[in-house]
């Protein structure tokens, strides 16, 4: 029993000391140097492994960019995709709503997914639209230290804006 609660204790400290980090970072060097080469290396706990599996068989024709790998980066990219997934991040804050909030689709994107959507709603469209940022897809314009996993409030930096207050 005493060991039980030691356990317990233990775990809640480990937990409160890994709060900000909302998102399992990636800790795969193939899958940085490949998907992220274009782009930020979006961490795998941000989408469903349906959602993944579905992106990886259309590389060629990945938002009008060919993407596609040769037949050995492709196994072991769909692996850490499938094993890191939403669903097997589920001790992860943000995976966890992430999954929760998916009813049942499919998505095709991490931003046009309506639980990110309205993690966003608040900010103006021409923030988002800005030379600077692109699109929502481009997470690392504003969220600083996204590569570690923090996608928390207080680190956000928009550009031609800065911190992030809320209107009201
Ligand atoms: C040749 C360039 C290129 C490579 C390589 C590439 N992507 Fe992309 N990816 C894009 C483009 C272009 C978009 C559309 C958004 C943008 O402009 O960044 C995109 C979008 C995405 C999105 C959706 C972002 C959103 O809006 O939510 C995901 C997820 C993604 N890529 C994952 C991957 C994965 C996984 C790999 C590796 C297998 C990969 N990408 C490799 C060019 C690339
Ligand atoms: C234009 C800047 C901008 C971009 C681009 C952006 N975000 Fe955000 N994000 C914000 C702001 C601002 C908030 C806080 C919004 C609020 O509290 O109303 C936020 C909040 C969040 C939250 C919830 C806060 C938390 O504590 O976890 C998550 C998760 C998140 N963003 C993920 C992403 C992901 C993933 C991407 C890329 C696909 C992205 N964001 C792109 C500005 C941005």
């Known amino acids: 029993m005493k060991k039980l609660v030691f356990l317990g204790l233990t775990a809640c400290f480990m937990y409160a000391g890994e709060l900000d980090v909302t998102i399992k970072p990636v800790n795969n060097e193939i899958y940085k140097n490949e998907c992220g080469s274009c782009h930020f290396a979006y961490p795998a706990g941000l989408l469903p492994s349906s959602a993944w599996n579905k992106m990886m068989s259309n590389l060629s024709n990945h938002f009008g960019d060919d993407a596609s790998v040769d037949k050995k980066t492709f196994q072991t990219l769909s692996s850490y995709l499938n094993e890191n997934s939403a669903e097997k991040s589920m001790n992860y804050k943000r995976s966890r709503k992430i999954v929760e909030n998916l009813n049942g689709t499919i998505p095709d994107s991490i931003s046009k997914m309506p639980y990110i959507k309205k993690k966003h709603k608040e900010i103006k469209e021409n923030?988002?639209?800005?030379?600077?940022?692109?699109?929502l897809f481009n997470c690392t314009a504003c969220h600083k230290n996204a590569e570690k996993g923090i996608f928390s409030e207080e680190d956000v930096n928009i550009p031609n804006y800065g911190k992030w207050e809320k209107d009201d």
């Open 127 to 135: 923030l988002i639209t800005q030379k600077e940022v692109k699109g």
